[in-house]
């Protein structure tokens, strides 16, 4: 069974602050990762990808990977009212080139 | 075309109707997905094709779903005789060669079944 577990929230972050989705991941082989944002009635729109242990940087967010851990995490520095989406983690899991499977994803409110 | 284009935007059914939801790639893009992403849920797959090959329909709920893509580009979803239950938003995405890198969604068709 594909499984990727997010809490639904909301998470409740003020305007300039940190806000930390989190998202585990139950088939230990997969190898890619996508963070996607959904804004209420609209599609999803990639915001980050990671394929490699470690922190990847792009702006005011952060992608950290822990395959032992099966945990990956996005972090949003700053936050901005724009940011308040829900967000999807993403894993293809194993053997890999496979479709993606989708959290149900956390909804996150940025409060001015 | 820009983007993945899906149309009808809404569709209202009365139950036991078919419907047809249509789905146009990014043009070049080899891999086409179909998700159903029912309100307050993470999208769910329900199956894929690379150019005009299904490779995976392990995620259509019914013998009712079915799907084509007969010349490896535009795709149709189509419900036979649907219920309440189908109620949801069908999202359409497509990527280049290889299916493990980003994936460009369609605004997607709201159903509605009545």
């Known amino acids: 069974q594909k499984e990727v577990e997010q809490n639904s929230g909301p998470l409740s972050v003020p305007e300039g602050a940190i806000a930390s989705l989190n998202c585990t991941y139950s088939d230990r082989g997969s190898q890619s990762f996508f963070w996607y944002r959904q804004y209420s009635g609209k599609s999803p729109e990639l915001i980050m990808f990671?394929?490699?242990?470690g922190d990847k940087e792009d702006g005011r967010f952060t992608a950290q990977l822990n395959k032992a851990s099966q945990y990956v995490s996005l972090l949003i520095r700053d936050s901005q009212p724009s940011d308040s989406a829900t967000y999807l983690c993403a894993v293809n899991p194993p053997p890999g080139n496979t479709p993606l499977v989708f959290g149900k994803g956390t909804r996150l409110s940025v409060i001015a | 075309g820009a983007g993945v284009s899906q149309s009808p935007r809404y569709k209202v059914a009365k139950r036991g109707q078919d419907v047809a939801l249509r789905c146009d790639p990014i043009s070049g893009h080899v891999s086409l997905f179909w998700y159903q992403q029912a309100l307050g849920q993470g999208p769910e797959f329900l199956t894929y094709?690379?150019?005009?090959?299904?490779?995976?329909k392990s995620g259509l709920p019914s013998d009712r779903f079915f799907a084509e893509r007969p010349e490896g580009s535009v795709s149709t979803l189509k419900i036979q005789r649907t219920q309440q239950e189908d109620s949801a938003v069908y999202l359409c995405a497509s990527t280049t060669d290889r299916v493990d890198t980003e994936a460009f969604f369609g605004q997607g068709t709201r159903l509605t079944v009545v």
């Open positions: 094709f690379q150019n005009e090959a299904q490779l995976d």
């Open positions: 990671i394929y490699s242990n």
